[in-house]
């Protein structure tokens, strides 16, 4: 049997989130190089603030501005920093509790080994270059030398007067698929110019992608079947609203195409044709990019396109939709 296919995929997207007036009001305070925390009803002053009071559960109103110098509280050291990590060589992460505050904040602390971190460690912010109003603003603590003066690192001055309401944060997910061996022959089949799906024994029925079992019947399925490129358009829906990451510009059309011989439709792109003629029994056939642009991949196909054959009759289809 073939090796079944492995390929690195990575999910991301930017996530946006309002900010709100209490971590709105810290942002802020990043930007301009100042350090807010919050009084809670108790008497702490917290780092980031509480958006609401852990007592009373009233919002936050009591904003104080606190010290960029404080003191380790507790660490762990990195010694393998991974993507996205303030660092790309070892550091450790560490607990502050800057003065005028009771509650320690967590970020990246810049020593070179284990060996120069100590619980009681005097520290200070190192601001970054450009400060935007986020958590990053803070590039990181260092150490402070012993008899150095604790004074806050210098920053310059924020050019900006309104308050920070939101921000963008990138979410990135990396990971390995190992397709399956039915997958892998749906695959390897694309990079021949081939569609392959699967026939099920016991009823017959010819699935695209295929899969290990039937999922009518849970007979195994093990009949490799090569599909038509042409097939009907069962469904559709006209794309008109841009979105990110999108290729190509409204209107076009995202249908489900049963191919011939196939008993489930394959969702892919109609084009060739203006999206308002596009309609339910339209024949269409596959077109597949230029074959030194294939890969293992669905996307080797560019799109379907009208064959100009007449439409198929409903009843030839309708147990599909």
């Known amino acids: 049997m073939s090796r079944t296919l492995q390929a690195p995929v990575t999910v991301a997207f930017d996530y ?7 971590i709105g009001r810290f942002f802020s305070g990043l930007r301009d190089g100042v350090v807010v925390g919050g009084r809670t009803s108790s008497g702490e002053v917290v780092v980031p603030p509480l958006e609401f009071d852990p007592g009373t559960h ?8 606190v010290s960029s110098v404080g003191t380790v509280t507790s660490w762990t050291w990195v010694p393998q920093p991974v993507k ?9 992460f560490a607990l502050v509790t800057l003065d005028g505050a009771t509650a320690p904040l967590l970020h990246a602390l810049d020593v070179a080994s284990p060996e120069d971190v100590t619980t009681g460690m005097r520290v200070r912010i190192r601001w970054a270059e450009e400060r935007t109003g986020a958590i990053t603003d803070i590039a990181c603590f260092e150490p402070l030398a012993p008899g150095e003066a604790e004074t806050p690192n210098e920053v310059a001055a924020s ?12 979410v990135s997910l990396d990971y390995n698929y190992a397709a399956s061996p039915e997958e ?10 081939r569609i392959m799906g699967q026939r099920c024994p016991t009823c017959q029925k010819v699935y695209i992608p295929p899969r290990s079992a039937c999922p009518a019947d849970g007979t195994p399925t093990a009949e490799e079947v090569e599909l038509s490129q042409t097939g009907t358009v069962t469904t559709f829906c006209i794309v008109n609203v841009p979105f990110l990451g999108q290729k190509i510009t409204p209107p076009y059309v995202s249908a489900y195409v049963l191919l011939d011989g196939a008993d489930i439709a394959v969702l892919h792109l109609i084009l060739g044709v203006p999206a308002e003629e596009v309609r339910m029994g339209m024949r269409v056939k596959a077109v597949w990019k230029p074959k030194d642009e294939w890969t293992f991949s669905l996307e080797n196909i560019d799109h379907f396109a009208p064959t100009g054959d007449p439409d ?9 939709l």
């Open 312 to 320: 198929a009759d409903f009843d030839t289809y309708k147990h599909h």
């Open 184 to 193: 892998s022959l749906f695959y390897r089949g694309l990079n021949e110019g």
């Open 159 to 170: 050019a900006h007067d309104e308050a920070v309401t939101g921000v963008v944060v990138p």
């Open 58 to 65: 009233e919002a936050t109103t009591d904003f104080v501005e």
């Open 16 to 22: 946006t989130r309002s900010t709100g007036p209490v």
């Open 84 to 92: 996205a990590q303030p660092f790309d060589h070892p550091f450790a």
